[in-house]
Protein backbone atom coordinates (compact mmCIF):
# COMPACT_ATOMS: atom_id res chain seq x y z
CA UNK A 1 0.00 0.00 0.00
CA UNK A 2 1.17 3.71 -0.91
CA UNK A 3 1.74 6.13 1.51
CA UNK A 4 1.77 9.64 0.06
CA UNK A 5 2.38 10.99 3.25
CA UNK A 6 5.95 12.35 2.64
CA UNK A 7 5.35 13.58 -0.82
CA UNK A 8 2.36 15.59 0.77
CA UNK A 9 4.53 17.01 3.50
CA UNK A 10 7.28 17.29 0.75
CA UNK A 11 4.24 19.44 -1.42
CA UNK A 12 3.32 21.62 1.58
CA UNK A 13 6.78 22.39 2.19
CA UNK A 14 7.43 24.04 -1.41
CA UNK A 15 4.77 25.75 -1.71
CA UNK A 16 4.90 27.87 2.04
CA UNK A 17 5.25 31.41 1.46
CA UNK A 18 5.91 31.79 4.40
CA UNK A 19 9.26 30.12 4.81
CA UNK A 20 12.18 32.11 5.46
CA UNK A 21 14.59 29.32 4.08
CA UNK A 22 14.89 27.01 1.38
CA UNK A 23 14.78 23.20 1.84
CA UNK A 24 17.75 21.41 1.81
CA UNK A 25 17.77 18.20 0.25
CA UNK A 26 21.32 16.00 -0.08
CA UNK A 27 22.46 12.98 -2.59
CA UNK A 28 22.30 10.02 -0.08
CA UNK A 29 23.81 6.54 -2.64
CA UNK A 30 23.17 4.48 0.59
CA UNK A 31 21.55 3.94 3.90
CA UNK A 32 25.16 5.25 5.77
CA UNK A 33 24.99 8.69 3.29
CA UNK A 34 21.04 8.84 4.38
CA UNK A 35 21.88 8.37 8.53
CA UNK A 36 24.45 11.68 7.66
CA UNK A 37 22.14 13.50 6.06
CA UNK A 38 19.67 13.25 8.76
CA UNK A 39 22.14 13.55 11.68
CA UNK A 40 22.98 16.86 9.98
CA UNK A 41 19.26 18.02 9.93
CA UNK A 42 18.60 18.26 5.73
CA UNK A 43 14.97 18.52 5.04
CA UNK A 44 15.18 15.43 2.15
CA UNK A 45 17.43 13.26 0.50
CA UNK A 46 18.22 13.17 -3.40
CA UNK A 47 18.90 10.03 -5.18
CA UNK A 48 21.18 10.98 -7.62
CA UNK A 49 21.90 9.24 -11.13
CA UNK A 50 25.36 9.60 -11.22
CA UNK A 51 26.01 8.81 -7.84
CA UNK A 52 24.25 5.74 -8.42
CA UNK A 53 25.89 4.82 -11.35
CA UNK A 54 29.31 5.45 -10.14
CA UNK A 55 28.41 3.35 -6.80
CA UNK A 56 27.30 0.60 -9.50
CA UNK A 57 30.23 1.19 -11.45
CA UNK A 58 28.27 2.04 -14.78
CA UNK A 59 28.27 5.49 -16.71
CA UNK A 60 25.97 7.78 -16.14
CA UNK A 61 23.89 7.79 -19.41
CA UNK A 62 20.45 6.07 -19.13
CA UNK A 63 21.88 2.77 -17.80
CA UNK A 64 20.16 2.57 -14.66
CA UNK A 65 16.42 1.13 -14.53
CA UNK A 66 13.85 1.64 -11.97
CA UNK A 67 14.50 -1.59 -9.73
CA UNK A 68 18.00 -0.07 -9.54
CA UNK A 69 16.50 3.32 -8.10
CA UNK A 70 13.60 1.30 -6.30
CA UNK A 71 16.32 -0.57 -4.03
CA UNK A 72 18.10 2.42 -3.35
CA UNK A 73 14.78 4.34 -1.96
CA UNK A 74 14.23 1.04 -0.07
CA UNK A 75 17.54 1.15 1.66
CA UNK A 76 17.25 4.96 2.54
CA UNK A 77 13.88 4.33 3.92
CA UNK A 78 15.28 1.64 6.47
CA UNK A 79 17.26 4.09 8.60
CA UNK A 80 15.36 7.30 8.20
CA UNK A 81 12.35 9.02 7.32
CA UNK A 82 13.51 12.11 5.27
CA UNK A 83 11.22 12.01 1.90
CA UNK A 84 13.32 10.66 -0.84
CA UNK A 85 13.65 12.90 -4.59
CA UNK A 86 14.77 10.31 -7.32
CA UNK A 87 16.76 11.58 -10.48
CA UNK A 88 15.03 9.55 -12.96
CA UNK A 89 16.81 11.59 -15.54
CA UNK A 90 14.83 11.55 -18.55
CA UNK A 91 12.69 8.51 -17.38
CA UNK A 92 13.75 6.22 -20.53
CA UNK A 93 13.02 8.56 -23.22
CA UNK A 94 8.97 7.69 -23.28
CA UNK A 95 6.13 8.65 -22.09
CA UNK A 96 4.99 4.84 -20.85
CA UNK A 97 9.02 3.83 -19.44
CA UNK A 98 8.33 8.09 -17.28
CA UNK A 99 4.79 5.74 -16.12
CA UNK A 100 6.96 2.70 -14.98
CA UNK A 101 9.19 4.77 -13.18
CA UNK A 102 6.96 6.48 -11.17
CA UNK A 103 4.61 3.37 -10.32
CA UNK A 104 8.35 1.37 -8.84
CA UNK A 105 9.53 4.44 -7.40
CA UNK A 106 5.83 5.32 -5.82
CA UNK A 107 5.93 1.53 -4.30
CA UNK A 108 9.04 1.64 -3.05
CA UNK A 109 9.06 4.72 -0.48
CA UNK A 110 9.90 7.64 -2.59
CA UNK A 111 8.26 11.47 -2.58
CA UNK A 112 9.42 12.50 -5.01
CA UNK A 113 11.11 12.19 -8.73
CA UNK A 114 12.59 14.29 -11.09
CA UNK A 115 12.22 14.13 -14.77
CA UNK A 116 14.59 16.17 -16.73
CA UNK A 117 14.31 17.23 -21.06
CA UNK A 118 17.64 15.33 -22.19
CA UNK A 119 17.25 13.51 -25.19
CA UNK A 120 17.97 9.03 -24.91
CA UNK A 121 20.41 8.69 -24.34
CA UNK A 122 21.65 11.35 -21.80
CA UNK A 123 24.59 12.80 -20.80
CA UNK A 124 26.07 14.26 -17.23
CA UNK A 125 25.24 17.71 -17.30
CA UNK A 126 28.61 18.62 -16.65
CA UNK A 127 30.19 16.23 -19.47
CA UNK A 128 33.14 17.55 -21.84
CA UNK A 129 33.45 14.50 -23.64
CA UNK A 130 29.77 15.17 -24.40
CA UNK A 131 27.23 17.30 -25.10
CA UNK A 132 23.43 17.65 -23.83
CA UNK A 133 20.71 17.46 -26.21
CA UNK A 134 17.16 18.37 -25.58
CA UNK A 135 14.18 16.07 -25.90
CA UNK A 136 10.89 17.82 -27.85
CA UNK A 137 9.47 19.78 -25.24
CA UNK A 138 5.90 18.13 -26.10
CA UNK A 139 7.79 14.20 -24.80
CA UNK A 140 8.21 15.92 -21.54
CA UNK A 141 4.95 17.25 -20.88
CA UNK A 142 3.09 14.24 -21.63
CA UNK A 143 5.65 12.19 -19.31
CA UNK A 144 4.67 15.00 -16.29
CA UNK A 145 1.50 13.94 -17.43
CA UNK A 146 1.82 10.62 -17.52
CA UNK A 147 3.46 10.55 -13.97
CA UNK A 148 0.77 12.83 -12.66
CA UNK A 149 -1.61 9.96 -13.90
CA UNK A 150 0.26 7.41 -12.06
CA UNK A 151 0.67 8.61 -8.75
CA UNK A 152 -2.30 11.37 -8.52
CA UNK A 153 -1.22 13.68 -5.18
CA UNK A 154 1.16 10.21 -3.65
CA UNK A 155 4.31 11.66 -5.89
CA UNK A 156 5.69 15.22 -5.71
CA UNK A 157 6.62 16.23 -9.83
CA UNK A 158 9.91 17.63 -10.48
CA UNK A 159 10.40 18.74 -14.31
CA UNK A 160 13.91 19.97 -15.12
CA UNK A 161 14.74 21.38 -18.32
CA UNK A 162 18.53 21.12 -19.66
CA UNK A 163 18.27 24.17 -21.94
CA UNK A 164 20.60 26.07 -20.56
CA UNK A 165 23.56 23.18 -20.35
CA UNK A 166 22.41 22.10 -24.17
CA UNK A 167 23.41 26.34 -24.85
CA UNK A 168 19.84 27.78 -25.86
CA UNK A 169 19.16 31.18 -23.98
CA UNK A 170 17.28 32.02 -20.72
CA UNK A 171 14.08 32.69 -22.82
CA UNK A 172 14.17 28.98 -24.09
CA UNK A 173 14.73 27.43 -21.00
CA UNK A 174 11.73 29.25 -19.08
CA UNK A 175 9.37 29.00 -21.70
CA UNK A 176 10.23 25.25 -21.66
CA UNK A 177 10.14 25.10 -17.69
CA UNK A 178 6.48 26.96 -17.82
CA UNK A 179 4.98 24.38 -20.29
CA UNK A 180 6.23 21.57 -18.06
CA UNK A 181 4.61 23.46 -15.01
CA UNK A 182 1.48 23.46 -17.24
CA UNK A 183 1.44 20.09 -17.89
CA UNK A 184 1.39 19.31 -14.33
CA UNK A 185 4.57 19.72 -12.48
CA UNK A 186 5.00 20.33 -8.68
CA UNK A 187 8.14 22.60 -8.81
CA UNK A 188 10.42 23.32 -11.38
CA UNK A 189 14.34 23.14 -12.10
CA UNK A 190 16.02 24.90 -14.50
CA UNK A 191 19.61 23.63 -14.19
CA UNK A 192 22.66 25.81 -14.32
CA UNK A 193 26.14 24.49 -14.83
CA UNK A 194 27.42 28.73 -14.89
CA UNK A 195 30.30 28.62 -11.96
CA UNK A 196 29.76 32.35 -11.31
CA UNK A 197 25.66 31.76 -9.77
CA UNK A 198 24.51 35.02 -12.09
CA UNK A 199 22.82 32.86 -14.62
CA UNK A 200 20.89 31.34 -11.25
CA UNK A 201 20.57 34.42 -10.11
CA UNK A 202 18.74 35.31 -13.10
CA UNK A 203 17.15 32.01 -13.51
CA UNK A 204 15.22 33.70 -9.98
CA UNK A 205 14.68 37.34 -11.43
CA UNK A 206 12.66 35.50 -13.99
CA UNK A 207 10.95 32.97 -12.85
CA UNK A 208 7.04 34.02 -12.13
CA UNK A 209 4.87 31.59 -13.02
CA UNK A 210 3.96 30.64 -9.29
CA UNK A 211 4.83 27.20 -8.88
CA UNK A 212 8.46 26.60 -6.72
CA UNK A 213 11.80 26.83 -8.27
CA UNK A 214 14.57 24.26 -7.77
CA UNK A 215 17.99 24.71 -7.58
CA UNK A 216 20.99 22.28 -7.83
CA UNK A 217 24.51 24.38 -7.18
CA UNK A 218 26.89 21.67 -8.27
CA UNK A 219 28.43 24.47 -10.76
CA UNK A 220 28.69 27.37 -8.10
CA UNK A 221 29.00 26.17 -4.49
CA UNK A 222 29.69 29.68 -3.30
CA UNK A 223 26.67 30.42 -3.75
CA UNK A 224 24.95 30.00 -0.21
CA UNK A 225 21.32 28.35 0.29
CA UNK A 226 20.34 31.93 1.84
CA UNK A 227 21.05 33.48 -0.76
CA UNK A 228 19.39 31.18 -2.72
CA UNK A 229 16.63 31.52 -0.82
CA UNK A 230 16.57 35.15 -1.41
CA UNK A 231 17.31 34.52 -5.42
CA UNK A 232 13.63 32.88 -5.15
CA UNK A 233 14.65 29.34 -4.70
CA UNK A 234 12.23 27.16 -2.53
CA UNK A 235 14.73 23.82 -3.07
CA UNK A 236 18.63 23.89 -2.98
CA UNK A 237 19.46 20.10 -3.89
CA UNK A 238 23.34 19.15 -3.16
CA UNK A 239 23.38 16.38 -5.81
CA UNK A 240 26.41 14.15 -4.95
CA UNK A 241 28.36 15.98 -2.25
CA UNK A 242 28.51 13.51 0.25
CA UNK A 243 30.03 10.89 -2.13
CA UNK A 244 32.86 13.43 -3.61
CA UNK A 245 33.12 13.80 0.29
CA UNK A 246 33.60 9.88 0.53
CA UNK A 247 35.60 9.21 -2.51
CA UNK A 248 38.17 11.83 -0.93
CA UNK A 249 38.28 10.61 2.52
CA UNK A 250 38.43 6.66 1.33
CA UNK A 251 41.66 7.59 -0.60
CA UNK A 252 43.23 9.51 2.15
CA UNK A 253 42.67 6.76 4.47
CA UNK A 254 43.89 4.19 1.65
CA UNK A 255 47.22 6.07 0.87
CA UNK A 256 48.07 6.78 4.82
CA UNK A 257 48.29 2.96 4.87
CA UNK A 258 49.81 2.24 2.20
CA UNK A 259 52.69 4.87 3.45
CA UNK A 260 52.62 3.54 6.90
CA UNK A 261 51.60 -0.05 7.36
CA UNK A 262 48.80 0.61 9.56
CA UNK A 263 45.63 2.39 10.09
CA UNK A 264 47.04 3.59 13.68
CA UNK A 265 47.54 7.50 14.73
CA UNK A 266 46.69 9.25 12.21
CA UNK A 267 45.16 7.19 9.70
CA UNK A 268 42.57 5.97 12.95
CA UNK A 269 41.31 9.16 13.57
CA UNK A 270 40.02 9.79 10.07
CA UNK A 271 37.80 6.91 10.50
CA UNK A 272 34.45 6.78 12.24
CA UNK A 273 34.52 4.04 15.51
CA UNK A 274 33.22 0.52 13.98
CA UNK A 275 30.65 0.88 17.28
CA UNK A 276 29.03 4.36 14.55
CA UNK A 277 28.82 1.60 11.81
CA UNK A 278 27.04 -0.87 13.50
CA UNK A 279 24.27 1.27 14.92
CA UNK A 280 23.66 2.70 11.18
CA UNK A 281 21.50 -0.46 10.71
CA UNK A 282 21.09 -1.67 14.66
CA UNK A 283 21.01 1.93 16.57
CA UNK A 284 20.91 -0.34 20.17
CA UNK A 285 24.14 -2.41 18.49
CA UNK A 286 27.25 -2.36 21.14
CA UNK A 287 30.55 -2.73 19.69
CA UNK A 288 33.89 -3.89 21.80
CA UNK A 289 36.24 -1.73 19.79
Known amino acids: MVDGTNARRLREALDDSDRKHPLLAIGAVNALAAHVAAEAGFDALWVSGLEVS ?10 LGPRDLSDVVAS ?39 VEDSAYPKCNSFAAHRAQTLADR ?8 RIRKVAG ?6 ARTEALIAGEDMATAIARAE ?20 QARAIG ?53 RRGGSFRSTVAGSLAEVGDLMRVGEPEALSCL
Open 54 to 63: AASGLPDANV
Open 153 to 158: DDLVAV
Open 179 to 198: AYAEAGADAVLIHSKDATGD
Open 205 to 257: RAWNHGVPLVSVPTAFPDLSAAELGEAGFSLCIYANQLSRAALAGMRTAARQF
Open 138 to 145: DLLCEQVG
Open 76 to 114: LGRVTELPVIVDIDNAGGSGRTAERFAYDLMRAGAAAVC
